[in-house]
């Protein structure tokens, strides 16, 4: 397939699996990289083009309308959203759910609507039952979160000039289960599960009784079959809840963040509408990837699949809203 239609994405993330899968899908690809990075970039040979940006926003200035955008978690982590919603970037996916997820009444409002188990919320009760988790707004992956087993641990480190958000803590396993709803084909798939390994609640010697939530990196997992039957109609409850809040339908990758306790309750405490950094351990295949379509599918692969479908019965407008 030949298409005036190029796949690019700012160089971090998930971006060489964005790449990997869309050079796999026929399309030529542009990397946008931050000054200092290009070297590292370049040695991977992956980008037909690479545009070096003094800082991420220039994105805006360097872009070109030839060029379909996938976001990643850098797009939210480091772009101002509002640039981003006013911008015409050629963006893959739902850019509204962008903002949703970046509010936490409406994040909450449409996994409960979805009827997802959620851990309570203490946020505005009195009586609190301990362990929780206490989030900040604005936490990159988790930094700045601390757990209280009791009152006065709570007390002591609740910095009461931020706005908290007081969680009840699941003991369990913490499961990202990844997915891509196809438009095109009209149809939920689940593609992964990983778990997340974060320093240092995930070091095995526990020195201190305060321990970080910095992301550092993921592990694949399978799931027991009969879990997995669960998480597909989750996600197939959630993309519906998507499609009715927000009137306009769940557009390719999303992420349930679940831990599952010691009765296989499944709690969910978070979603990303869009490529996940989980899916990374899945160049060339995730296992449901490979089932599905009988050959290698990455997350990368699978959006650069759905776009030159798009492309192929003229619904590009589908996917890029
Ligand atoms: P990076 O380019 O890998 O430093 O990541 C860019 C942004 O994505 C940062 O805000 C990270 O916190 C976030 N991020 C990166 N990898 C992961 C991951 N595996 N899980 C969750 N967030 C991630
Ligand atoms: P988040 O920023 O919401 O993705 O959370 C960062 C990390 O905090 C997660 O990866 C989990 O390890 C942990 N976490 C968040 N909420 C809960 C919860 N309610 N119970 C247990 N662990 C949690």
Not at 224 to 235: A, C, K, T
Request: net charge negative; with cysteine.
């Amino acid at each position: 397939m030949k298409t005036q239609y190029k796949i690019g994405t700012i160089a971090s993330h998930s971006s060489l699996n964005i790449l990997a899968g869309a050079r796999d899908e026929g399309f030529d690809t542009v990397l946008y990289v931050i000054k200092g990075r290009e070297e590292f970039y370049q040695s991977l040979d992956l980008a037909n083009e690479l545009i070096i940006l003094d800082n991420y926003q220039d994105i805006f200035s360097q872009y070109s309308e030839d060029v379909i955008i996938i976001p990643h978690g850098s797009f939210v982590a480091y772009l101002s959203l509002s640039k981003l919603m006013d911008s015409n970037l050629k963006l893959f996916g739902n850019k509204d759910l962008l903002i949703w997820e970046h509010e936490r009444a409406k994040k909450e409002l449409l996994m409960n609507e979805a009827g997802l188990k959620l851990p309570k919320d203490f946020s505005n009760q009195e009586e609190i039952k301990f362990p929780v988790i206490v989030k900040y707004d604005g936490a990159e992956g988790g930094k700045g979160y601390f757990i209280a087993k009791n009152e006065t641990e709570l007390k002591d480190r609740l910095n009461t000039a931020k706005p908290s958000f007081i969680q009840e803590f699941i003991i369990g396993t913490k499961v990202y289960t990844t997915y891509f709803n196809s438009i095109i084909r009209n149809r939920l798939e689940i593609f992964g599960t990983d778990i997340r390994y974060e320093s240092d609640v995930d070091t095995q010697i526990q020195l201190h009784d305060n321990p970080a939530f910095q992301i550092v990196g993921n592990i694949p997992m399978v799931l027991r079959e009969s879990l997995l039957i669960n998480y597909f109609n989750m996600g197939k409850a959630f993309a519906k809840v998507v499609h009715e809040k927000l009137e306009i339908p769940m557009i390719g990758p999303f992420c349930l963040e679940t831990v599952i306790d010691r009765n296989l309750d499944i709690y969910t405490f978070e979603f990303s509408g869009r490529i996940v950094a989980g899916t990374n351990i899945f160049v060339p295949t995730s296992p449901y990837g490979y089932i599905q379509f009988g050959k290698n599918m990455s997350m990368g692969r699978r959006i650069a699949l759905e776009i030159r479908e798009a492309i192929e019965s003229d619904r590009l407008n589908e996917v890029i809203i």
